[in-house]
């Protein structure tokens, strides 16, 4: 009768603290979705309260001109106080351009033009800054080949612009655009990337609050919440161009991994697919409207028609590669079997490399004894998750290099008896990891030095320790063997004049000469690509942000105050510290030093021209799978503070919240979505 009073009270404490945290939830998402809606009334409230006569969509006439830096005149001319001149002006001296004179607001510019090439455009304006004063500003309007129509944010009081046709990336086309109309557009307009921005920013920040205490027990959560909120405005909001590393191949091989057999598309699809001239970096949507734009523009242009319809199948990418391509394949494959539009398409090939990347890491976390901060922090900086909502198969090599870690560190510090599972995940994970990308693969050795303690047996011990010893040569065979026993003629091309077989002759004819070049390139770069802007902080062909100093001060601070001892039993059953031994520490420094090595001797084999004296190709996101480890092994000479977990955990998560969401609106919102 006792055990079941206490059994019911039990219960019903539980149950109390559920619909605790269910109206919890239920309040944050109550209040993030008012925010939202607030901000986006804010937002239009300068709009709305505009002049009738400024609101709305009106034409605006314009003349041909040829720019004169001359006209230029900034300051307070009618009082005899003109600012100096800009020398950057002197770029446009002469040139063809077009010039508008509104005298009043604008928040947009809508241009329509007639084009046979990209238009690329830089538009100078004349405003009059919050003192009355004029003052100039230049933006850029570049535009894809397929649009003839684009919205450019300009919100200033303008005086005078000019509007200036640039030379394009493009030269296989003329480069003719003629502007046939401009419109200034002062109308309100509900964003829904900025609400959803601002929703997801609040929603995430709200449920790390509420749920404060099962993320500190359990960080994993915390990470499932930021990586979800985070990466589903991210794929979302992002431009349908190729703004990532690479992306365009990606696509191309993720596409082209067909299992539905013949399908239909036709010269757009294959071309905006193959990365030719309807789809080059830099030519993307910088506004709300603009997006939309191309959004039914790529949809409108990629659906076959009876007039051009071509029946195509194309299997393969590059051999060993196409395993890291396969859940964006299976996505884009029901997508061609249902016949989504392309548009959306290239949205759920984003969004289901996101919520792959999310859902390992969060495996990987739930299985570290310790470090679990440390390796939330890092898999949530903007560049991982930049490229998670990319189509991009770094995703796979930094997820399952995590896990494969994460299981790989459990093992070396637990009391527990292996099981097959734990091991299969583990080599599974480095083995998938590396698939792509194999000069990680050396990272797997760590598997050799794993403790006695967890084995059933000697017998067990030796076939699991060969069993790691295999999967590494296996792996290493698929690069390390052709490359010495058939180089090729020529490496990437787009290093110029590059070639294997002559790279590897300059190597091993003065092999001296290249230690040196590699050991002091390796050091010149050690700061960025570790743990600065290049590995942490850059979204490619989006620029790079502004919070370098910050990522860095946060994860060391975790890296020496974040965790606990780790505790195991000994030989006499009693629980006792385990810290990190000074060889493994060593071992792991060692692998991590290897494996820089291998990253930058295949950049030079492959991508730097034959014989010079500089090692190009190499990018600070090649580092991103190696900081965990280094940082994991700091981490045991940790500050021991005493702190509140519960309190510390969630100002941790907050500041990973602030970190990735901030660089969103800087890099991705302001930048393309407003």
């Known amino acids: 009768m006792g055990n079941g009073m206490k059994e019911r009270k039990l219960d019903s404490l539980k149950n109390r603290g559920m619909k605790k945290y269910m109206a919890g939830i239920a309040i944050v998402i109550a ?167 601002v929703f997801f920013m609040a929603l995430a920040a709200g449920l790390i609050i509420v749920l404060r205490n099962l993320i500190a027990k359990q960080v994993e959560y915390g990470f499932l919440i930021v990586g979800l909120c985070s990466g589903i405005i991210f794929t979302l909001a992002m431009p349908l161009s190729r703004v990532g590393w690479d992306e365009e191949t990606h696509l191309r091989s993720v596409y082209w991994l067909d299992i539905t057999g013949s399908y239909e598309y036709n010269c757009f699809l294959h071309n905006y697919i193959d990365g030719g001239a309807e789809n080059l970096p830099f030519e993307y949507s910088t506004t709300y409207e603009e997006y939309l734009h191309v959004f039914d523009k790529v949809n409108e242009l990629s659906t076959p028609s009876e007039s051009d319809p071509a029946t195509s199948h194309h299997w393969g990418t590059s051999g060993f590669a196409t395993f890291s391509y396969f859940f964006m394949a299976i996505t884009c494959n029901i997508c061609k079997l249902f016949g989504v539009p392309f548009a959306y398409t290239y949205i759920l090939l984003r969004m289901t490399n996101m919520l792959m990347y999310v859902i390992v890491v969060f495996f990987a976390v739930r299985k570290l004894p310790k470090g679990k901060l440390i390796m939330s922090a890092i898999a949530l900086m903007p560049t991982p998750m930049y490229l998670a909502s990319t189509i991009s198969y770094d995703t796979v090599v930094t997820g399952f290099l995590f896990l494969g870690m994460a299981y790989l560190f459990y093992l070396m510090f637990t009391d527990k008896k292996i099981t097959w599972w734990e091991y299969l995940v583990f080599i599974g994970g480095m083995a998938y990891g590396s698939s792509r990308k194999s000069i990680y693969i050396p990272l797997i050795l760590l598997g050799v030095f794993l403790p006695h303690r967890i084995f059933k047996d000697k017998k067990q011990e030796r ?93 060391v601070t975790i890296t020496i105050t974040s965790e606990n001892t780790v505790y195991v039993k000994n030989s006499k059953n009693r629980w006792v510290a385990e810290g990190m031994p000074l060889w493994l520490k060593a071992m792991i420094y060692f692998l991590v030093f290897g494996v820089m090595c291998l990253i930058w001797t295949s950049m030079y084999i492959s991508y730097t021209e034959v014989g010079k004296t500089a090692m190009a190709g190499v990018q600070g996101r090649y580092y991103i799978p190696l900081l965990f480890p280094v940082l994991f092994t700091l981490s045991f000479n940790k500050v021991n503070t005493n702190r509140d977990k519960v309190c510390y955990n969630m100002v941790c998560m907050l500041i990973s919240t602030f970190i990735i969401f901030y660089s969103i609106w800087e890099i991705l919102i302001r930048q393309c979505s407003l």
Request: proline fraction near 4%; include cysteine; hydrophobic fraction near 45%.
């Open 31 to 197: 209040v993030s979705l008012i925010l939202a809606f607030a901000v986006e009334l804010f937002s239009n409230m300068k709009l709305l309260t505009l002049d009738s006569k400024q609101k709305g969509v009106r034409e605006v006439s314009f003349s041909e001109t040829v720019f004169d830096t001359a006209d230029v005149v900034e300051g307070n001319p009618e009082n005899g106080l003109e600012y100096r001149p800009h020398s950057e002006y002197e770029q446009y001296q002469g040139k063809h351009c077009y010039y508008i004179e509104p005298d009043s607001y604008v928040n947009k510019l809508v241009l329509d033009y007639e084009n046979v090439s990209a238009a690329y455009f830089d538009i100078l304006v004349l405003y009059e800054n919050r003192f009355g004063y004029l003052e100039s500003w230049t933006t850029k309007d570049d535009n894809p080949m397929y649009i003839s129509h684009s919205t450019v944010r300009i919100d200033k009081n303008v005086k005078g612009m000019w509007i200036i046709p640039m030379d394009n990336n493009t030269p296989q086309y003329d480069n003719d655009v003629t502007l046939m109309g401009v419109s200034i557009r002062n109308a309100a307009v509900f964003n829904h990337f900025r609400f959803l921005f």
């Open 463 to 555: 076939i699991m320790k060969a069993g790691v010893v295999v999967v590494l040569l296996a792996i290493l065979s698929t690069f390390v063997l052709p490359a010495i026993f058939s180089p090729s003629a020529e490496g990437d091309l787009r290093g110029g004049t590059t070639s294997h077989a002559g790279q590897m002759s300059a190597v091993f004819s003065n092999p001296v000469g290249y230690a040196a070049l590699l050991l002091s390139t390796m050091w010149q770069h050690l700061w960025d690509f570790g743990i600065g802007t290049p590995a942490l902080d850059f979204m490619a062909y989006l620029g790079a942000g502004s919070l370098t100093y910050v990522i860095v001060i946060y994860l």
